[in-house]
Structure formats: structure tokens, C-alpha cells
């Protein structure tokens, strides 16, 4: 009778502590990947979704083709959504991240639209009588006291965003979606398990530093609580 081998790696098992020490290397450079894509794809979503959110706030006729838009965006599968941009931007890194930036727009102007709209209007009066212009009314007033609501957008947007990553692995793009992939293309579980718990712990990680972030920059809203 054989004996079953004493390598996790050789038995395949979910959990093996060899394919940690044997595969950092690899585990490093794809959570880095995974990393620099949600960050490029989250940064360019909130520089798109904050100007229109305030043309959604300024021009009221805008609000609903700008929220109708986004929200079709959203509604697109995301294999369809990657097989439309694929003739724009090939099998590259920038198709995975205008497709993270779509899907993200959604959810970033929603909140900082609503954050926007929360804005007493009798604030916006105290502000105007203080000689305070357009511009300065909302960088200094408006953005500030929405600040909350888009940083709830935020949030979602990023957790949504460390998860969406992993379907780029069908153009090789995707992260530890590429480890996923592959280790379920050859039933490698410690592989499929280990990657898949490194995006849960990016997600909750990113999270946790996002919600420290708000507290920070909202002081207000902690005195409030």
C-alpha cells in the first residue's frame, strides 16, 4: 500500500504553508498588479465623477442623463463590458482600468451627488452673504460638507473595484485573478484559496484605511456621533 506523500503541495490541499514560502515571489508581484490597477482605476473615477456630480448639482436638467448614463454602465456584464472597450484598448492593462472606471463612475456619482444635495441651503446663503464665489462655495463649503457621503461612494467603489480586478484575468491582466484562474484551470487549490484570501484582505484593508481617512478629514461627524 503507498503511502500518501508528506508535501500539502503533493497532496494538493486547500491550505499548505509550502505554497506560501515557495510561491511569495509570485504572490507578491500579482497582489501588486492588483493593487496598482484598483488604485489607477478608483483615482481616475473620482477626478471623472466629482465634476459631474456637481454639473448634476449646478444644472438640474444634467442630473438625470449624467445618473442615466452611469447607471446603464453599471448594468453592462462585465465580459460584455471588457469585449466593447477590447477594439479601443487591446488586450492591455488600460482595458482592464477604463472597464473598473465605468463600473465605478456609478457608484462615486450617486454619492457625491447626494452629498452635494445634502447641503442646507441656508449654509450656502451664510456663505454667498461672506462674499464667497462659485468656486470657492464649493471647494470650501459644498465638497467639504459632502465629504461623508462621497467618501461612503468611495468605499464601495473601492472594495467593488479590488474585486472587478479579478476578471481581468481573461485578457492577463487581473492580478491575483491570474492566480485564481489558473490555479482553477489546473484544480491547484492552495493557489485558487490563497489569492482569493488575499483579495478579501486587500478589500477590508483598503476599507478599514478609507474609513480612518474619513473620520480624519469629517471631525465634524465624529462630534455629531
Known amino acids: 500500500m503507498t503511502e500518501p506523500p508528506d508535501d500539502c503541495l ?5 491550505i499548505c504553508g509550502e ?20 488604485a489607477v482605476s478608483v483615482a481616475i473615477a473620482v477626478a471623472l465623477s466629482v465634476p459631474l456630480a456637481v454639473a448634476a448639482r449646478r444644472w438640474h436638467w444634467a442630473a438625470g442623463p449624467v445618473l442615466g448614463l452611469t447607471t446603464v454602465l453599471y448594468a453592462i456584464p462585465s465580459l460584455a463590458m471588457f469585449s466593447l472597450l477590447l477594439p479601443v484598448y487591446g488586450l492591455s492593462a488600460s482595458l482592464v482600468i477604463a472597464g473598473l472606471v465605468l463600473y465605478s463612475l456609478t457608484l462615486l456619482v450617486r454619492n457625491v451627488l447626494a452629498g452635494l444635495r445634502a447641503v442646507p441651503e441656508e449654509t450656502r446663503r451664510a456663505a454667498r452673504g461672506m462674499g464667497y464665489g462659485p468656486l ?9 460638507l459632502a465629504l461623508p457621503a462621497a467618501m461612503a ?6 472594495v467593488s473595484a479590488i ?25 491547484f487549490k492552495a493557489q485558487v484559496l490563497t489569492a482569493s484570501a488575499l483579495c478579501v484582505l486587500i478589500a477590508l484593508a483598503a476599507d478599514l484605511l478609507l474609513l480612518g481617512i474619513q473620520r480624519l478629514a469629517t471631525p465634524w461627524s465624529r462630534a455629531a456621533a
Open 153 to 158: 461612494g468611495l468605499r464601495i467603489a473601492t
Open 136 to 144: 470657492r462655495l464649493l471647494l470650501g463649503v459644498e465638497l467639504p
Open 19 to 38: 505554497y506560501l514560502s515557495t510561491r511569495r515571489g509570485i504572490l507578491l508581484d500579482a497582489t501588486l498588479q492588483h493593487l496598482q490597477l484598483t
Open 163 to 187: 474585486s472587478l480586478v479579478t476578471i481581468g484575468a481573461i485578457v492577463g491582466y487581473g492580478g491575483l485573478g491570474n492566480l485564481i484562474y489558473s490555479g482553477m484551470n489546473t484544480y
Open 10 to 14: 503533493a497532496r494538493n490541499e486547500w
